[in-house]
């Protein structure tokens, strides 16, 4: 499947539409999450400087470049996935972390067709992994890996899951991310997800014993992704589910709270619109 024929944004996205400058001005809130290095000039210059197969798949010179990951991160902001992702793509590694979000962001939230959602998801996952051996210092090629294969995993029978070994590698791939980036309130999310997922799946003990799956360490991961990032509301829908699979109707209070919490928020960008149609659709 070409990014052709994904499917479009299906929400009016005009206030979403950010100019390179608006990018620059609100990038501190639309990375709060991912922590994702705002595209500059001299940090493109280092990359290139450093690893010089960066700068040949590039294609061009960093303020180029630049430019082309500013446009690149207007599309995905606006829900324009597979625009974000075909420059992403041509930039090679030095778009790889906007080509994974968009792609990532498209499969699990708007490809309704189950086979081509398990293929994107692992095509980020392969390509992350790759990333993560040429580029070992960037903490997102491992959150992207991770995040794809989460989202995979949700997909795909807990049989399959376990035999292919997926939530060791989540778990491995997120605790890369916070060795690198201790503040990374997306990949704490994530963890407090991983925790939730594998007691929902095999309970608090056999999950305890073979995965080191543990409530309280589940709770306190999605905690610190909202002190992160506070305007998330993907970390406050995570945490309402997370809540309910770890511990049932003894949280469904709390749950419904935070779903309250996260409508009331106003999104601020495709993505975050996407999450909170899914928290709205939690309360009705």
Known sequence: MTVSQWRTFPYEATDYDYSHEELAEHWSVLHAGDREPFPAPDWIKVLFKDIPRVAEEAGCDAQAATQQLLTGWGH?????FAAAADIGESLGLV???LWAKAQATYAHYLETDKSVQRNLLMEVSDRMEAMAKAMPGTPNAYYHRAFAL???SQV???AEAWKQGVAGHVKNSLEAVLDREPDHADAHTA???YHAEIIDKMGAMFGGVTYGANRDEGVAHYQRGIELAPHSISALTEYADGLLMMYGKKKVSQATELYERAVS???????????WVLAKEELS
């Open 76 to 80: 995905f902001h606006r829900g324009d």
């Open 156 to 158: 795909i029978s807990v």
């Open 150 to 152: 989460g989202r995979y």
């Open 265 to 275: 928020l106003d999104p601020y960008d495709a993505l975050s619109h996407l999450d």
């Open 95 to 97: 778009g790889a972390t």
């Open 191 to 193: 963890l407090g997800t």
